[in-house]
T-cell receptor
Framework: AQTVTQSQPEMSVQEAETVTLSCTYD???????LFWYKQPPSRQMILVIR??????QNATENRFSVNFQKAAKSFSLKISDSQLGDTAMYFC?????????????FGKGTKLSVKP | DSGVTQTPKHLITATGQRVTLRCSPR?????VYWYQQSLDQGLQFLIQ???????AKGNILERFSAQQFPDLHSELNLSSLELGDSALYFC???????????????FGEGSRLTVL
């Protein structure tokens, strides 16, 4: 069974600084997807970034980028130029590639606070 | 706006009662997932439907059931409710394949259930 571990329950960062959230996962699959979801106080689950395991290049979305280390089964999220609106719970998630079947497995989350 | 619609947004009921949560997936999405988010259990996968058929089952209690209808909307039925069933219930959908398939789940805003 796949598992996702986020070892940092809470983190804080000053506005405009950079912060990195850690995530490790365990799987015997070779093809899969990894995601970071953001859950602000509104409780909506918002996709931040996606990485396909077969791609060696790390995904980037504006101020958000990942460091994907497949051999180490590590998938960290870097937030640059942190903004107050980045304050939220961040969930790392894994989904194996399986056509019509496959559910998202979440880590426990990291609560990020951006301080002015 | 993810395109996934959930109703009701909030629901307060008493122990022993039965409730139905409704989800309309994004247009064209064939897969519907249900997740439960509680403070102590995090985000737990309950069940997945694909084009009307059950495809995967997670930690769903026997008191809970779900179905997906021909128009692809889904309902999650929770019966004999207990205090511990109080949680945020998310529905999510995913594309069925082809060029629209990108792996990630798109989440609704959730239905917050409070059992008193």
């Amino acid at each position: 069974a796949q598992t996702v571990t986020q070892s940092q329950p809470e983190m804080s960062v000053q506005e405009a600084e950079t912060v990195t959230l850690s995530c490790t996962y365990d799987t015997s699959e070779n093809n899969y997807y990894l995601f970071w979801y953001k859950q602000p106080p509104s409780r909506q689950m918002i996709l931040v970034i996606r990485q396909e395991a077969y791609k060696q290049q790390n995904a980037t979305e504006n101020r958000f980028s990942v460091n994907f280390q497949k051999a180490a089964k590590s998938f960290s999220l870097k937030i640059s130029d942190s903004q107050l609106g980045d304050t939220a719970m961040y969930f790392c998630a894994f989904m194996r590639e399986g056509g019509s079947q496959g559910n998202l497995i979440f880590g426990k989350g990291t609560k990020l606070s951006v301080k002015p | 706006d993810s395109g996934v619609t959930q109703t009701p947004k909030h629901l307060i009921t008493a122990t022993g009662q039965r409730v139905t949560l409704r989800c309309s997936p994004r247009s064209g999405d064939l897969s519907v997932y249900w997740y439960q988010q509680s403070l102590d259990q995090g985000l737990q996968f309950l069940i997945q439907y694909y084009n009307g058929e059950e495809r995967a089952k997670g930690n769903i209690l026997e008191r809970f059931s779900a179905q997906q209808f021909p128009d692809l909307h889904s309902e999650l039925n929770l019966s004999s409710l207990e205090l511990g069933d109080s949680a945020l219930y998310f529905c999510a959908s995913r594309g069925g394949g082809g060029t629209l398939y990108t792996g990630e789940l798109f989440f609704g805003e959730g239905s917050r259930l409070t059992v008193l």
